[in-house]
């Protein structure tokens, strides 16, 4: 098991980043990703099928495409979820706390989790550890653009 965390103030109120990064909209277009969410739901237990690009209207998801999970959520302050790909398992936790001057500070923990642990994945633990610390900071540098989409509180 592989773990990174980062974390970055928003210039924006905890309840706008909230739905900025908890609430799972059908298509979000700063990572170019559509959901499809079970029900209609929101919390624990939530399922979801993520795929890159806008899915059309009528389109369903492929077989074979990533299925998720809501596996802790706590409005306004803490949301995690589970990313299941057929060789690994993603866990996202992202937590939210107020910051200076009304702002809210954002903590994002990644962990990757081979599904079966191979002698090269021990090998490449290192490698691994890049990977997650550079998504980390790749989804903290996308919190701006984020936050944008929600209109204001």
Same mark, same amino acid.
């Given at each position: ?15 706008? &980043?909230?739905?900025? /990064? ?5 298509? +979000?277009?700063? +990572? ?5 969410? $079970? @029900? ?8 979801? &099928? +993520?795929?890159?690009?806008? /899915? ?11 299925? @998720? ?6 409005? #306004? ?7 299941? !790909?057929?060789? #690994? ?6 937590? /939210? ?7 809210? /500070?954002?903590?994002?923990? =990644? ?9 090269? $994945?021990? !090998? ?12 980390? $900071?790749?989804? =903290? ?13």
């Amino acid at each position: 098991m592989t773990t990174a965390s980062g974390s970055r103030e928003v210039a924006a109120p905890r309840g706008r &980043v909230w739905r900025a /990064l908890a609430v799972l909209e059908p298509y +979000c277009a700063v +990572c170019d990703v559509s959901y499809v969410v $079970d @029900g209609a739901a929101a919390g624990p237990g939530t399922r979801f &099928v +993520c795929v890159p690009g806008r /899915l059309g209207e009528d389109e369903q998801p492929r077989a074979g495409a990533p299925r @998720g999970e809501i596996v802790e959520w706590e409005p #306004e302050r803490v949301v995690a979820t589970r990313l299941q !790909l057929t060789p #690994e398992t993603w866990t996202t936790r992202i937590e /939210l706390a107020d910051g200076a001057g009304g702002g809210t /500070l954002v903590t994002i923990t =990644l962990t990757h989790e081979p599904v079966r642990v191979r002698l090269a $994945d021990r !090998l490449s633990r290192t490698a691994m550890q890049r990977v997650v610390q550079r998504t980390v $900071d790749g989804e =903290l540098d996308k919190l701006p653009a984020h936050v944008e989409q929600v209109t204001a509180d």
